[in-house]
């Protein structure tokens, strides 16, 4: 017998596209003395396939190989070095022939390495060192006396529209005083989808105290952005309870970072130094733009657990709903939970396809232009950014060096010393980048980081959040998205993640089990599956904060009975 290989492989993203030409992108090129224009249907890493009138497919046939191509969008024009005619098919609809076209690229080098967290930090003595001295820094704090900390500084930036972003700044100095003479280094954090400035602080306070430690100066600052989550501006729908993010756009994340560097810039004046810029998640996304566009005084771009491109991190994270293709399809989406955040995904998904921000083609081409050296950092276990697209997109040509770190945690860290030994690697690599020699990284003690962060916890204002609604809409859905949170149900993943849950219950007979925030029902419908049979007799208590949630808990316990032949278990919702 004999192996067949397909003719071509595409991106299981790029299949919503397929049969459907895109208004998003046409490639222009001068073929036999005339202008030839193909309609862009789908796009990956390698090449596109495009739909061409029958009168120009024997010119494109003919060539198959075509030089000084260009790619329009919404966004603009990208030249195309050289393309080749892959394949062409039959008349695809009427007056139209489907072409293949592949890009051919050289792959730049990409120093890879996979860092082990020192397991060392987790042992018992560290943490009791650690404790003990969070309690005497704690102690000496409430009785006014011991080591001073920082007061907050907050700086108050503003847009070409002069609304504006609070942001919080971080240095070796005292930040409301006068700038320090000599160098002074400047790190940006932008803000990650959803998460506001102050979840960035340990990551600043790490990096002032290597810097410190290395006998050199830095101010780091960390913002809200616009109509963002936080204290910046935002417009009066997206004040109202609950509505932080529904008007976010990613593209405004990319203004926001500008505003925020080219301000900064201004307040160090003749003291400023090199720049670093440490974007996490899908900030990074924003970080590329902004470096590709050309941003002046950036020495070192960062991007740990970054995302490529936004539209696969917003799948992935959407238990694998494609919010950005069927948005591209024209779909009308309204307003959906993003990673727990009411997004207004027809505004927001526009946004990011009509100003290239969308696709893992769109930043290929902004990697291209990127001439500053670059770093990724990204977890052996993260399973929100896939690192085969992160490597596809260091290895694009381009003039700045190219890093890939693999850590051992996931895409958030979840332990004080997995986030720590992170937060070490980050400062290291960025201190060493912009210092132009090796430096080690230096913590801060422990109480001083609590003490900080308590600092910013008490000046911080309280949005009104209505928990119950929110909970609600998680986990029964809307009217755009009526799964809610059972759309994890329908991946492998969960079932698997369910199934070694139910193992490692080890019920007996008459066992009762209490499952507390129950939701919709899936671990207690799981018990009844797997355990009813094996462990008579066992008892059932649902617990959840959203009612409608438990009668859709009841409903699943009852089908599940039914679905292994056996009467309900008793049940106390």
Known sequence: SSIMLPERVFLPERRVLEREASAHAVLRVELEGRTRIAQIEQLDANGFSALIDVADAPAFAKARELTGARLIRAAGETPIASLRVAWNAQVAEEGKVRFGFTRPHQRTPVQSEEVQIAQSR???????????????????????????????????????????????AN???????????????????????????????????????????????????????????????????????????????????????????????????????????????????????????????????????????????????????????????????????????????????????????????????????IKQPVTWVLGLHDYWVNPSRVEDLLGVPAPGGREFVRVPTGHFLRSSSDAFEVFRILSRRTATHLLGRQVDATLPPTWLIERVLEQERVRRPVDVFDARTWWTQYLRGNQNNPLGFDVLALTDEYDGMMQDQMELLALEPEDRVADIGCGTGNGLAAIVRTWLRRAPGVQLDAVDFVQPALETARRKVSRAAVEVGLKPPTVQY
Not at 140 to 164: H, I, Q, T
Not at 298 to 310: Q, T
């Open 122 to 168: 987790k042992t018992l003595l560290h943490r009791t060192i650690f404790g003990i001295q969070h309690y005497i820094g704690g102690f000496l704090g409430r009785v006014g006396v011991g080591p001073r900390v920082p007061n907050v500084s907050v700086k108050e930036f503003r847009d070409e529209a002069g609304r504006p972003i609070v942001a919080l």
């Open 171 to 369: 240095a070796t100095f005292n930040p409301d005083g006068p700038v320090p003479p000599g160098r002074v280094h400047l790190v940006l954090l932008p803000p990650p989808f959803a998460r506001r400035k102050e979840t960035l602080a340990s990551v600043a306070l790490v990096i002032v105290e290597t810097f410190k430690a290395a006998g050199e100066h830095v101010a780091v600052f960390r913002y809200d952005g616009l109509n963002h989550l936080g204290e910046s501006w935002r417009d009066e729908v997206s004040r109202a309870p609950d509505m932080a993010m529904l008007h976010w756009k990613l593209s405004q994340t990319v203004t926001d970072l500008r505003t925020v560097h080219q301000a900064a810039a201004v307040w160090l004046g003749q003291s400023l130094g090199r720049t670093a810029i440490i974007s996490f998640s899908m900030a990074a996304v924003a970080a590329r733009r902004y470096l590709a566009d050309g941003a002046v005084g950036v020495d070192y771009w960062l991007a740990p657990m970054g995302a490529p491109d936004a539209r696969d991190i917003i799948k992935n994270s959407s238990g694998g709903i494609d919010w950005v293709g069927m948005r591209a399809k024209g779909r009308a989406l309204g307003a959906n939970l993003v990673q727990g955040h009411l997004l207004d995904c027809d505004q927001g998904c526009d946004d990011m396809l009509d100003h290239g921000l969308a696709e893992l083609e769109d930043a290929r081409a902004d990697m291209a232009k």
